[in-house]
C-alpha cells in the first residue's frame, strides 16, 4: 500500500466517523450507554451505575492513536517490544495526569483534562525514550530513533484528541460559547453551523444552562483540525521528514488550543489567559526545542517502510496491549461520577 492510499483510506474512515457524530452525538440519546444495577432501594427500583458513550469514544479514540503509533514506529524498524514500553510509561503517568491537573486548575474531583496531560507528556516523552534506548535497546545492539519515534508519538496525540472529541460532545463538555453572545465575525460564521445540546445531564446543561441553545461547534473545529494535521503529520512521516512533521503537529495542535479557549464557554479557571492556554504555549515551545535538539543529535534515520508498519498490527502482543489499554481507558472514564440512575425491572406478563 502506498503512503498516499493509506493517507486516503484515514481520512475517508475518520471523516465519515467525525460527520456521523457531529450529527447524532448532541442528542440525548447518546451520552449513556448502559446501566449497571447496584443495589436495591426500599421502594423496589434498583441504584444503577452509568456506563457512558465518552468512556466508549475514548477508549475507541486511545486505541486508534496506539494502533497509528505501532504502525509508524513498525515503519521506520523499531522493535515492537521498545514501543510496548514506551507506550506504558508515558501512559501510566499521563492518563492519571488528566484527573490531576484538572483538580488542581478547576478545583474539580471528578473531571479530566486532555490539556494537563499533554502538557506532562511533552517533558516526559523524550526521558522515556532516552531510556528506553540507552537501559533496553543498546544492550541489545540497537539504536531507536528518537525524533521518528517523537514525531510518531505527536502525529498519535493528534489523532486521537482529534477522535476523542467525539466523547466530549456525546458528554456536552468542552462546549462552545452560546452563538448569540459571541462576537458578530463569530456569530456571523457560526449562525447556521453550530450545535445543540439535548438532555439535562448533559454537562453544557447543568454547568451552563445551555441546553438547546445554539453554541459555537469547538469541538468540531478540533476533531478536523486535529485530524487533518495528524494525516498531513503521517505523509511527512512515511516520507522520512520527521522534525516537520513532529514541528507541524505540536505547532498547530498546541496553538489551536491557546486560541480555541476564547471560544469555549464552560469553566477554565481564573484569569485573563487559563491556565491550560499557558500550558499549551509552553507546551509548544518546549517542545519544539526538543525537536531541534533531537535533529541534531547523531542517530540512525531509518526509511519508513509502510508495508512493514502494518504487519506491526498482527503482532499479538501489539494486538493484546492495544485491547487492553482500550478496555482499561473505558473503565476509567466510562464509570459515569456526576451522573445516577433508578432501574425499575418488571415481568412483561404477556410474553410469558
Given at each position: ?15 465519515a466517523?467525525?460527520?456521523?457524530g457531529f ?12 446501566t ?10 434498583w441504584r444503577g ?6 468512556g466508549?469514544?475514548s477508549?475507541?479514540?486511545y ?8 504502525i ?11 514501543t ?14 488528566a ?5 488542581v486548575?478547576e ?21 522515556v525514550?532516552w ?47 452560546c452563538v ?15 450545535f445543540r ?6 454537562k ?15 469541538q ?28 507541524l ?6 496553538v ?10 464552560d469553566y477554565?479557571?481564573?484569569?485573563r ?7 499549551s504555549?509552553?507546551?509548544?515551545f518546549?517542545?519544539?526545542l526538543?525537536?531541534?535538539a533531537?535533529?541534531?543529535a547523531?542517530?540512525?534515520t ?14 499479538p ?12 481507558i ?16 418488571r415481568v ?5
Amino acid at each position: 500500500m502506498t503512503t498516499g492510499i493509506f493517507v486516503t483510506v484515514l481520512a475517508v474512515v475518520f471523516g465519515a466517523l467525525l460527520a456521523w457524530g457531529f450529527r447524532t452525538l448532541p442528542g440525548e440519546r447518546w451520552q449513556i450507554l448502559a446501566t449497571i444495577p447496584l443495589g436495591k432501594g426500599v421502594d423496589g427500583s434498583w441504584r444503577g451505575l452509568n456506563l457512558t458513550y465518552y468512556g466508549l469514544l475514548s477508549a475507541i479514540a486511545y486505541a486508534v492513536a496506539l494502533a497509528l503509533l505501532f504502525i509508524l514506529t513498525g515503519a521506520v524498524g523499531v522493535p515492537v517490544f521498545a514501543t510496548l514500553v514506551v507506550c506504558l510509561a508515558t501512559l501510566s503517568v499521563c492518563v492519571p495526569a488528566a484527573g490531576l491537573v484538572a483538580r488542581v486548575v478547576e478545583r474539580k474531583r471528578h473531571t479530566l483534562s486532555v490539556a494537563g496531560a499533554f502538557f506532562v507528556a511533552v517533558p516526559l516523552s523524550p526521558v522515556v525514550l532516552w531510556l528506553t534506548d540507552y537501559l533496553l535497546a543498546r544492550p541489545m545492539g540497537y539504536r531507536l530513533p528518537l525524533l521518528a519515534m517523537l514525531a510518531a508519538m505527536a502525529i498519535a496525540y493528534a489523532v486521537g484528541e482529534g477522535l476523542g472529541r467525539l466523547a466530549c460532545i456525546s458528554f456536552g463538555c468542552c462546549y462552545g460559547r452560546c452563538v448569540a453572545d459571541a462576537p458578530p465575525p463569530v456569530r456571523r460564521l457560526f449562525t447556521r453551523w453550530h450545535f445543540r445540546f439535548s438532555g439535562a445531564t448533559k454537562k453544557i446543561a447543568y454547568a451552563s444552562g445551555l441546553q438547546d441553545v445554539a453554541v459555537v461547534p469547538v469541538q468540531a473545529l478540533t476533531a478536523v483540525l486535529y485530524v487533518a494535521t495528524a494525516l498531513v503529520g503521517v505523509a511527512l512521516f512515511l516520507h522520512a521528514h520527521y522534525l516537520a512533521a513532529y514541528v507541524l503537529v505540536l505547532t498547530v495542535t498546541q496553538v489551536w488550543r491557546v486560541v480555541s479557549e476564547t471560544l469555549r464557554a464552560d469553566y477554565r479557571g481564573g484569569g485573563r489567559l487559563s491556565a491550560y492556554q499557558i500550558m499549551s504555549a509552553l507546551a509548544a515551545f518546549v517542545g519544539i526545542l526538543i525537536g531541534l535538539a533531537l535533529a541534531g543529535a547523531p542517530a540512525p534515520t531509518p526509511t519508513p517502510v509502510l508495508s512493514a508498519g502494518l504487519r506491526v498490527l498482527w503482532h499479538p502482543g501489539v494486538l493484546l496491549f492495544v485491547q487492553a489499554c482500550w478496555l482499561a481507558i473505558f473503565l476509567h472514564t466510562g464509570r459515569s461520577m456526576v451522573t445516577e440512575a433508578s432501574v425499575l425491572l418488571r415481568v412483561r406478563r404477556e410474553r410469558v
